[in-house]
């Protein structure tokens, strides 16, 4: 789904144009649009370029809602199941792909934490490979849950690779800003 779909999308349900952020590579800022629909919820479109996808945030205090609002919008646009990004990851064999299917699973994880997304995540700080090891720190920034906190300390200290190194250093701050 691009931009104007979205955008031809939210004009036949009536939602109200918010504003758009512009990429900024200089920043890693990714193209956002957001709309807000009654009853305090919000959906954004994000053209997320370090993960290679576009994807739909919808967001709101009201769960039912929140559900009412994605069961729409999946009878619209092609998603992802939570499923279906779990298979990716398990059947991605090559460490580029592996590293791409880590970065979607935390993209695409559900507001509240589940064990199938933090297991396969946590496994990724093992990895082998740096890119994947990396890849699980931006995963778990993706999802902001509060258990990946004590794991993030954790790579610091067993971490070989300096920019794996620094990339948990730079979550872990973000997590204790939250």
């Not at 349900?13 to 920043?27: K, L, M, N």
């Not at 460490?95 to 993209?107: D, N």
Request: contains cysteine; negative net charge.
């Amino acid at each position: 789904m691009d931009n104007a779909e979205v955008r031809a999308l939210a004009a036949a349900d009536g939602w109200t144009y918010e504003g758009d952020t512009a990429r900024d590579p200089d920043s890693r800022a990714f193209y956002e649009a957001k709309w807000s629909l009654p009853g305090g919820l919000s959906v954004n479109y994000v053209a997320d370029e370090l993960v290679d996808a576009r994807y739909l945030v919808v967001s709101g205090e009201d769960d039912a809602r929140v559900r009412e609002v994605t069961t729409r919008l999946a009878a619209e646009v092609i998603f992802w199941s939570l499923d279906e990004l779990l298979v990716n990851f398990d059947t991605s064999v090559y460490p580029a792909e592996q590293t791409r299917s880590v970065l979607i699973l935390g993209a695409g994880s559900p507001k509240r934490a589940a064990d199938p997304v933090i297991m396969r995540i946590l496994e990724a700080t093992h990895h082998k490979d740096a890119r994947v090891r990396r890849a699980a720190v931006c995963a778990m920034v993706y999802s902001e849950w509060p258990e990946y906190r004590e794991p993030l300390a954790e790579m610091i200290v067993r971490e070989t690779d300096a920019q794996v190194i620094h990339h948990a250093r730079i979550a872990v701050q973000l997590f204790e800003e939250q």
